[in-house]
Nanobody, 111 residues
Framework: QVRLVESGGGLVQFGGSLRLSCAAS???????MGWYRQAPGKQREFVAS???????TYKDSVKDRFTISRDNAKNTVYLQMNSLKPEDTAVYYC??????WGQGTQVTVSS
């Protein structure tokens, strides 16, 4: 059973930065890891994902500001978020293979 624990969310001002972390246990290898987010009143949306080999995919609106990375030895995925905007405010969820999900971490960007 895969278990995910997220950390790193918080309150930040417009233009600020945050780094999210997600540590996974119970993985067997070659899984895709990544992040989704859900803003109040909206559907959960894709943010970024990365394969075991390091191939990354991003939502268009974040690809110049966010960077996904992972440490395969630690089964941990990170999301470095720079130049944050109020529209980035959401609960951020990490996933493994788009099937297993973390509990979410709140990111709030004030204007």
């Amino acid at each position: 059973q895969v278990r995910l624990v997220e950390s790193g969310g918080g309150l930040v001002q417009f233009g600020g930065s945050l780094r999210l972390s997600c540590a996974a246990s119970g993985m067997v290898g070659n899984e895709v890891m990544g992040w989704y987010r859900q803003a109040p009143g909206k559907q959960r949306e894709f943010v970024a994902s990365m394969s075991t080999s390091g191939s990354a995919t991003y939502k268009d609106s974040v690809k110049d500001r966010f960077t996904i990375s992972r440490d395969n030895a630690k089964n941990t995925v990170y999301l470095q978020m720079n130049s944050l905007k109020p529209e980035d405010t959401a609960v951020y969820y990490c996933h493994v293979n788009f099937v297993n999900w973390g509990q979410g971490t709140q990111v709030t960007v004030s204007s």
